[in-house]
């Protein structure tokens, strides 16, 4: 690998409103209460379970210190592609750049498990989450058509994570959050 790749993943900004953390079973009803209340396709408590249990994810969640969580995140990690599998925030969150500590974590953590490059698929409608990944240098490269049953996902990714000018791109982030908290 070139010189200019990374040693070591970024670190994630810290806030005294959450914390992010790794999510564990105990954390499951409340993940799966967040789905229900967020999608329209929620996954079930099975497959939350069956995920955690595998050795290429990872899964985070943001929680307030009273225990109350706020939204989660994950990804499978296939060689050296993270393929972001969720990530939501609970609607008395939003507004908090929740999502974006949230991707900070997860981009932190497929890096330290030797992600190479980011790829996700997002609705077509949903403008927001599209905005998000494109401050992380999400590009998109085409569509899986009725990905959601009844609409399109765009295929999204970002390349060369573990590269000297995503690692500037990540900075540029984390000082924003931490301008903001």
Do not use: C
Not at 29 to 47: F, H, K, N, T
Not at 80 to 91: K, W
């Amino acid at each position: 690998m070139a010189g200019s790749a990374l040693v070591m993943a970024p670190p994630a900004p810290t806030t005294p409103q959450f914390e992010i953390r790794a999510m564990t079973p105990d954390d499951l009803m409340a993940v799966v209460e967040l789905e229900r209340d967020i999608y329209p396709q929620p996954w079930s408590m099975r497959v939350f379970e069956e995920e955690l249990a595998l050795s290429n994810r990872t899964y985070l969640v943001a929680e307030l210190a009273a225990g109350e969580l706020l939204g989660y995140g994950g990804f499978l990690l296939v060689e050296d592609d993270a393929h972001i599998t969720t990530l939501a925030v609970g609607e008395s969150a939003r507004g908090r750049r929740l999502g974006t500590h949230l991707m900070v974590a997860l981009v932190a953590a497929a890096l330290a498990r030797g992600a190479r490059h980011l790829t996700l698929e997002v609705r077509v409608s949903n403008k927001a989450a599209q905005a998000l990944y494109r401050r992380f240098g999400f590009a998109p490269v085409g569509l899986r058509k009725n990905y959601y049953r009844n609409e399109d996902a765009m295929v999204m990714w970002a390349t060369d994570i573990d590269q000297a000018g995503y690692q500037a791109r990540m900075e540029s982030i984390i000082e924003l959050l931490e301008e903001q908290a």
